[in-house]
């Protein structure tokens, strides 16, 4: 079956403007992660939603960053004001649920690169 | 706390050698060890992942080594091939709530013919 997919692939916008990063997850899997991956460096943890609600957004680094699912489904990722900082790739996963049992499947990422 | 220290930063084998990779964790809630394989532009990949209650497990050519009371666990690549070249990154996560990922800063494997 089809696996998690993100739109854009590659986002690039200038300092300061707003942007949104979109993920669809695998058909029925309820757990869905951000993680963030800069260049050379392992994905860091963003925001976890278990269906609509945002059930850990620990890792989001500060309140430019933001996002919604709101049909359990579909999530954006929104970054408002962005700075050079913010260029990376954002990485999308979902699983099963939300638990070690299910393994987290990775979208192909979206490379945003912040100018 | 949360961190996964992972080394080496990169690594040349020839074909048929055996890549050790190798990462140490401070937290011992930590309960589940996965590795992921990385290939450019892709997204991680699930590898092989491994529970603190077992010392190895073995899938295909992979094998995970796990020290509890060291806080260590390694990845070996058995008959690596050219194929294998990519980056492998360690994690790690405390089940319950969130299931989030701690991952290491990654391997470059370069298996060379």
């Known amino acids: 079956g089809a696996g998690v997919s993100q739109t854009p692939s590659n986002k690039v916008t200038e300092k300061g403007k707003y942007v949104e990063l979109r993920c669809d997850p695998i058909?029925?899997?309820?757990?869905l992660y951000w993680y963030r991956q800069s260049l050379g460096q392992g994905p860091e943890f963003l925001i976890y939603?278990?269906?609509?609600?945002?059930?850990?957004d620990s890792g989001l680094p500060n309140d430019r960053f933001f996002a919604v699912r709101p049909e359990g489904s579909v999530s954006t990722l929104k970054i408002q004001r962005t700075e050079r900082g913010d260029s990376a790739v954002y990485l999308c996963a979902s699983s099963l649920t939300g638990t070690v049992s299910y393994e987290q499947y990775f979208g192909p990422g979206t490379r945003l690169t912040v100018t | 706390q949360q961190q996964v220290k992972q080394s080496p930063q990169s690594l040349i084998v020839q074909k048929g050698g055996i890549p050790i990779i190798n990462c140490a964790y401070e937290n011992t809630a930590f309960d589940y060890f996965p590795w992921y394989q990385q290939f450019p532009g892709k997204g991680p990949a699930l590898l092989i992942a491994i529970r603190p209650d077992v010392s190895e497990k073995k899938e295909g050519r992979f094998t995970i080594s796990f020290n509890k009371s060291a806080k260590q666990f390694s990845l070996h690549i058995m008959d690596s091939q050219p194929g294998d070249s990519a980056t492998y990154f360690c994690?790690?996560?405390?089940?319950?709530?969130?299931?989030?990922?701690?991952f290491g800063t990654g391997t470059l494997l370069a298996v060379q013919p």
């Open positions: 058909s029925g899997h309820t757990a």
């Open positions: 939603f278990q269906g609509t609600g945002a059930a850990d």
């Open positions: 994690a790690a996560t405390i089940g319950g709530a969130t299931n989030k990922l701690i």
